[in-house]
Every structure is written in structure tokens, then in C-alpha cells.
Nanobody, 125 residues
């Protein structure tokens, strides 16, 4: 059983920055891939960024490339999402996710992830 807890959301003006954190815990935790997803009201959940343990491979949605950066502190079992140059269209509930197996090429597909956090709200005005 894996538990994921997000934090760091909030309200910010356009152009501002936020850093989200996702702390992972639980017995037998061995997720090889973790990711950030977001969902705005009335829209489907969208993959934002993902990372493999070891941090050698990262993946980003086109809409956030160059503005967001994903990282992983393996010693703390914590994943981060640094969000810069935020836009109103970034407003959404942000979720972290993890799984032990994610098919290559599907790192930003929500269906690939079994474990999810409860979400943290990001509002950009």
C-alpha cells in the first residue's frame, strides 16, 4: 500500500511561481515512476510531468515545457514540481501519482498509474 500526500498549492498571480511537493510512504514502496497530473473543472485529467527513479528521464506536457521542472529526492521519497511563469490556464487541482510499471511512451497517461494523492489546488489569476 502506497500513500501519496501533496502540498504546496495555493493562489498566485500570473507570472508567479509555486513549488508542489509529493511525499510518498508505505510498506513495500518501490514505485519506479512518479508523475504530476492536473484536472480543471469539466476537463479530463491531464499529464503534466513525470520522472523515473534515478531522475535520468523526465517527461513534460508541451503546455508546461520550459516553465515547469520535475525532480525527485529519493532519500526523502519526495517528488517536486517547480512551476514558474504560471498562467491562468494552469489553474487546476494537481495530483501526484506513482506506479512500479509504466509503459514506455505512456509516462503522462493517467491510466498507467495505480497510486494517487488527494490533490492540491493551484489557482492562477
Amino acid at each position: 500500500h502506497v500513500q501519496l500526500v501533496e502540498s504546496g498549492g495555493g493562489s498566485v498571480q500570473a507570472g508567479g511561481s509555486l513549488r508542489l511537493s509529493c511525499a510518498a510512504s508505505g510498506d513495500g514502496y518501490s514505485s519506479s515512476a512518479m508523475g504530476w497530473f492536473r484536472q480543471a473543472p469539466g476537463k479530463e485529467r491531464q499529464g503534466v510531468a513525470s520522472i523515473y527513479r534515478g531522475g535520468s528521464s523526465t517527461y513534460y506536457a508541451d503546455s508546461v515545457t520550459g516553465r515547469f521542472a520535475i525532480s525527485l529526492d529519493s532519500a526523502k521519497n519526495t517528488m517536486y514540481l517547480q512551476m514558474n511563469s504560471l498562467k491562468p490556464e494552469d489553474t487546476a487541482m494537481y495530483y501526484c501519482a506513482a506506479d512500479s510499471v509504466v509503459l514506455p511512451g505512456r509516462e503522462l497517461e493517467a491510466s498507467e498509474y495505480s497510486y494517487w494523492g488527494q490533490g492540491t489546488q493551484v489557482t492562477v489569476s
